[in-house]
């Protein structure tokens, strides 16, 4: 971009439409307390610079970069709003503070679908942070790719009438907790910027050693103010007692948003039991073992003799080691879905590349510390950190990091994994890390103990995913127990139980026996046809998103595929599938379910969901706009790529296409109409069977219409519940409340069973509720002919299918949709079907 001498053009750091400051839905940014500026609403995934110059400051989470152009003008550009409270989750920095950057150069990874799903905005502010020196101009455009033109930046003439300063020596100062949350990053920074500009008094904050004036918002930011930081103010000038009582207000605001508050670790209970030690549990489960101790690695003193190129060397190759490590675990969840393992070691990856860390550790190296020493006693600074936050979240952050420290150390020492268990055991550890839970999964231990650590810890979610029984916050104490000692862990309940007696041992084997028994059982008779005791055949099939997880469910006894997401396809990727690849992996799907039906959904994505090939417009309510079978009205040409390539599969008569978010009959008329042409193009005879979604109270209401002209329907009950209850099926703070078993849901169900019968046409169920055992009798009670189910869940919802009887299923369900409450419902069931 040319620049003259007074005037800076800036380049567009991303892609899509321009929006002015007031639009930014942020008061702090919109009220332009952070300075002028404009905010780009992002299609793309990177940052990039707008001019050549220098990285200032980049957030400590990596949602924001500051770059000082070569004229002296500062830009800060925060990607999204609310997004500190990712902490660094769904950003890649690409460069560090002090960089020097040239213009255009990428700067920073945005992982978009999850920012958008996890906070307020993707909007993101550019902004002039040294107003006082520069104007900003912005050039009109609607919408802007990056390397465009964006605004013009222009030197501030001098007009000589500048504040008078303040040379009064009055000073105060006091101490203050810092309660924004996230800390003092950017926004919060520009608040106490903006009040300290109210007053004459120069004033500064003063945290650790280091300290900043409160009129610098790089200043403030780059000292890394954790919230609950404790930090000092001081003023000086005439006002500065007014000032001081401004800016301590200011600092210590009340944090907003509670509903996103760290989740309490619950407090450990004293045990009354002698022998026995008390938790908190963390995933369920009953087992009896040897209990081993894991500790960590020690090093010895560092002999402080070392080559500062050849240890900078080893940690590098250590952490690349990691780094691919790290990758491969992230890849291999990403195949198998595992979404929660997939969040916390794309977390641990982000770790990995903090400049905090890494800074800190080479910095160590150059001091003279062998690479080991550099990286334990870096990360043990930022744990120190953490822990002194004082906040469970923080803390278990910090397990976390021990994890990294454990991983590199590993590398670095070239230490093989350094403990075998015998299989069986149940293992006992301070704190354990995912990628210690990870490997004792493997190694086939059958329980967790640990002293500390959270029910919401990292390590808790993944015990849960993989059903391993785990308790923490059991005390120091299980570290004492000898090696071996044969215990019994009743996790549920949160119990260690350290002397068990010959007929508990026998008791928890017994009822092992019987649960391991019964899943046998469930698992050699999930091959065959589920039928209730009288004779009504349930087809129970299973949602997939790959053809390996077909496999799996052709394993498992699945009567066919009854979802089959095929946006894994479409997503993660920089160019869309082609036909062939499509058709290649839809008949891998088919090939891997033998002689069973597959329904395969049309692509599911808009809304949210944005592909980086497929720009689409920015939505307001995205849930509520160009998603599913919506985006044939926008990208006809992606939906008949899709059909062609499905109607080469063969055989085509086991493969039933199934169109997502349907709420009107026009819309099924249409691809009908478009799929019979495709079929004599393709010189077919016959068309494969078409089902329609039901996952928007529309269609439900509107069911017998649509199965005039459908094959089958297939009800989405994740999506219905959150169009009829109007809850966002997301919503951490809405979770228990979306329930499928509302009876609204159950009627919507009833009246969609109603108007198929009425065309001779079947009904399954394809969302979650399929999968809860609860619902099982009600979804067979109310005519639903297919369940479609996670792969494992098929052996014990046949199980369960085999134990009804249908006709007393229908007169029951019936009652419940006069019910006031999904609890009332789930009551109900309880009584009329417990679940043992
Ligand atoms: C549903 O909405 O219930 C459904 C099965 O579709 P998805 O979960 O993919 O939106
Ligand atoms: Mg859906």
Not at 407 to 413: D, E, I, K, N
Not at 703 to 716: N, P, R, T
Request: a negative charge; proline letters at 5%.
């Amino acid at each position: 971009m040319s620049n003259n001498n007074n005037v800076l053009t800036l380049s567009a750091p991303l892609s899509g439409p321009v929006l002015a400051l007031g639009n930014v839905p942020d008061d702090v940014f919109a009220s332009g307390a952070m300075g002028d500026g404009i905010a780009i609403d992002p299609l793309n995934d990177c940052l990039h610079a707008p001019c050549d110059g220098v990285i200032i400051h980049v957030a400590r989470t990596g949602h924001a970069l500051t770059i000082r152009a070569d004229n002296g003008a500062e830009l800060l550009m925060h990607v999204g709003i609310d997004t500190v409270e990712l902490d660094g989750e769904g950003f890649a920095l690409l460069v560090e503070a002090g960089a020097r950057v040239s213009q255009g150069q990428a700067l920073l990874r945005i992982d978009l679908d999850r920012i958008a799903r996890q906070c307020k905005s993707l909007v993101s502010p550019i902004i002039l942070t040294n107003g006082e020196r520069f104007e900003l101009q912005p050039l009109a455009r609607k919408t802007v790719k990056v390397g465009e033109p964006l605004m013009r930046i222009l030197a501030r003439l001098s007009t000589g009438d500048e504040t008078a300063v303040d040379n009064s020596a009055a000073e105060a100062a006091a101490s203050v907790r810092v309660t924004h949350r996230g800390g003092l990053h950017a926004r919060p920074a520009a608040l106490i910027r903006k009040t300290a500009l109210g007053f004459s008094s120069q004033a500064r904050v003063h945290y650790g050693d280091k300290s900043a004036p409160c009129d610098s918002l790089i200043g403030l930011m780059g000292l890394g103010i954790g919230e609950g930081d404790e930090v000092c103010v001081s003023c000086r000038g005439k006002d500065c007692e007014a000032a001081l009582q401004a800016l301590i207000d200011a600092l210590s605001a009340p944090a907003k948003d509670e509903h996103t508050a760290p989740v309490a670790v619950t407090p450990r209970r004293a045990s009354t039991e002698a022998n026995v030690l008390q938790g908190v549990c963390a995933a369920p489960g009953l087992v009896c073992g040897p209990l081993l101790r894991l500790t960590g690695i020690e090093l010895p003193a560092d002999s402080g003799t070392h080559s500062v190129d050849d240890q900078r060397q080893r940690l590098d190759s250590a952490l690349e080691q990691v780094r691919s490590e790290i990758r491969s675990t992230l890849d291999h969840a990403r195949q198998r879905k595992h979404v929660e393992e997939k969040e916390i070691f794309a977390a641990h990856l982000a770790l990995l590349e903090d400049p905090a860390l890494l800074d800190a550790a080479s910095g160590a190296i150059e001091h003279g510390s062998a690479a080991t020493h550099a990286w334990r006693d870096a990360i043990q600074a930022q744990c120190a950190v953490l822990l002194a936050l004082g906040k469970p979240l923080f803390a278990e952050r910090a397990n976390d990091l021990r994890d990294l420290q454990q991983r590199v150390l590993r590398a670095l020492l070239g230490e093989a994994w350094h403990f075998e268990l015998p299989p069986g055991s149940i293992v006992s550890a301070h704190e354990l890390t995912p990628s210690d839970l990870l490997h004792l999964s493997a190694q086939q231990a059958v329980g967790i103990c640990m002293a500390e650590g959270g029910a919401t810890s990292h390590v808790a979610i993944l015990a849960r995913s993989k059903g391993l029984p785990c308790v923490v916050a059991l005390g120091a104490d299980v570290l004492d127990v000898p090696q071996g000692q044969r215990v019994v862990l009743d996790a549920a309940n949160g119990r260690l139980e350290l002397a068990p007696s010959e007929a508990r041992h026998a008791q928890v084997h017994q009822i092992r026996n019987a649960q391991k028994l019964r899943h046998q059982q469930q698992q050699a008779q999930a091959q065959l046809p589920a039928h209730t005791t009288d004779g009504v055949n349930i087809e129970v099939a299973a949602n997939v998103a790959s053809s390996s997880e077909a496999h799996t469910a052709f394993e498992n006894g699945a009567d066919g595929v009854g979802l089959l997401r095929t946006e894994f396809l479409f997503v993660e990727r920089r160019t869309a599938p082609d036909e062939q690849e499509q058709r290649q992996a839809y008949q891998a799907v088919l090939d891997a379910m033998g002689d069973k039906s597959v329904i395969i959904r049309t692509i599911d994505v808009g809304g949210d969901k944005q592909l980086d090939y497929l720009p689409l417009p920015v939505e307001a309510n995205p849930v509520l706009g160009l998603r599913g079978i919506r985006l044939a009205q926008v990208r006809p040409q992606v939906l008949d790529q899709q059909l062609r390539a499905l109607l080469q599969v063969t055989p085509l008569a086991r493969c039933r296409i199934l169109l997502p978010m349907v709420s009107e009959v026009d819309e099924l008329l249409q691809i009908r109409r478009r799929l019979d042409e495709l079929c004599v193009e393709l010189e077919l005879t016959q068309r494969p069977e078409l089902g329609v979604m039901i996952e928007v109270p529309a269609a439900a209401l509107m069911a017998e219409q649509l199965a005039e002209h459908a094959d089958f329907l297939s009800i989405g009950t994740n999506d219905l519940s959150q169009y009829t209850l109007a809850m966002d099926r997301d919503h951490a703070g809405l979770a228990a409340r979306v329930d499928a078993l509302h009876p609204a849901l159950l009627r919507l169900i009833a009246q969609t069973c109603a108007g198929a019968a009425k065309h001779a046409r079947w009904v399954g169920v394809c969302g979650a509720l399929a999968s809860d055992l609860l619902a099982t009798p009600v979804l067979v009670g109310l005519g639903v002919r297919e369940l479609s189910v996670s792969p494992p869940q098929i052996g014990e919802i046949k199980d369960r299918v085999r134990h009804l009887d249908a006709a007393q299923c229908r007169q029951r369900s019936l009652g419940l949709l006069d019910l006031s409450s999904a609890k009332a419902v789930r009551q109900a069931c309880q009584h009329h079907w417990p679940l043992s």
